[in-house]
């Protein structure tokens, strides 16, 4: 019964490939969050959305494109992969971004490029 | 744009030690203040969060933040620490009236109980 659920858990693919990550939230939250953890472990917000539209759009390279089909999902495509994408992913939740609830995470997907 | 700085990167203490995580924000308006806890191979979880109301709250698992406005500082305590506590501990600012959600995180502060 996880509330925020990302897929897949571990991804291992070389360079220059294409890939997706799929989040769902079950919490009937409003707003959805993309974030990127490096090897350091410091959190840096990507994305984010609410009620399906795009509100933050952090500097971060064009090859990655979030897309919302639906309030509950938020899924994150990356093309043409580089070394540098190397890192823990996160998905994340919150009631509205206007009430500045605490966000709730999923466990994470670790990206790791050949 | 907040800047949040956890000042110890690692510590280390001893089971029943009591513990003390620092974290201070830049910010001169008005903040909303997390600490997130992150254990190997999970995403995180929120320890304990300060909205409004009284400065000092607290966690289930015996762990409490004070508010300081005037040093702009949540620091997170702990009289005694289990080796369940090992762990990944972040501190994270979003701002009143921000309408995006947005989180400002520390770096984290890793703590290491040892027995």
């Known amino acids: 019964d996880t509330a925020v659920s990302q897929t897949p858990k571990y991804l291992v693919t070389q360079m220059g490939n294409d890939k997706s990550i799929k989040c769902e939230q079950n919490?009937?939250?409003?707003?959805m969050y993309w974030y990127k953890q490096d090897s350091k472990k410091f959190l840096k917000i990507m994305f984010s959305y609410n009620n399906k539209e795009l509100i933050i759009n952090e500097t971060v390279p064009n090859r990655f494109s979030p897309k919302s089909p639906d309030k509950a999902h938020l899924n994150l495509h990356i093309n043409s992969l580089e070394l540098g994408d190397s890192a823990v992913y996160f998905c994340a939740s919150s009631s509205h971004a206007q009430d500045n609830q605490p966000q709730h995470f999923g466990d994470g997907t670790r990206l790791s490029i050949l | 744009a907040q800047s949040v700085t956890q000042l110890d990167s690692q510590v280390p203490v001893f089971e029943e030690a009591p513990v003390e995580l620092r974290c201070n924000y830049s910010?001169?308006?008005?903040?909303?203040l997390f600490w997130y806890v992150q254990y190997p191979n999970q995403g995180l979880q929120l320890l304990l969060k300060?909205?409004?109301?009284?400065?000092l709250v607290e966690s289930i698992n015996g762990f409490e933040a004070e508010f300081n406005k005037s040093q702009t500082s949540f620091h997170l305590r702990k009289p005694s620490v289990h080796i369940s506590d090992t762990a990944e501990y972040f501190c994270a600012v979003s701002e009143d009236g921000s309408t995006l959600g947005r989180l400002y995180f520390g770096r984290g502060t890793q703590l290491t109980v040892w027995p």
């Open positions: 910010s001169s308006v008005s903040v909303y």
């Open positions: 300060y909205l409004s109301g009284s400065t």
């Open positions: 919490l009937g939250h409003d707003t």
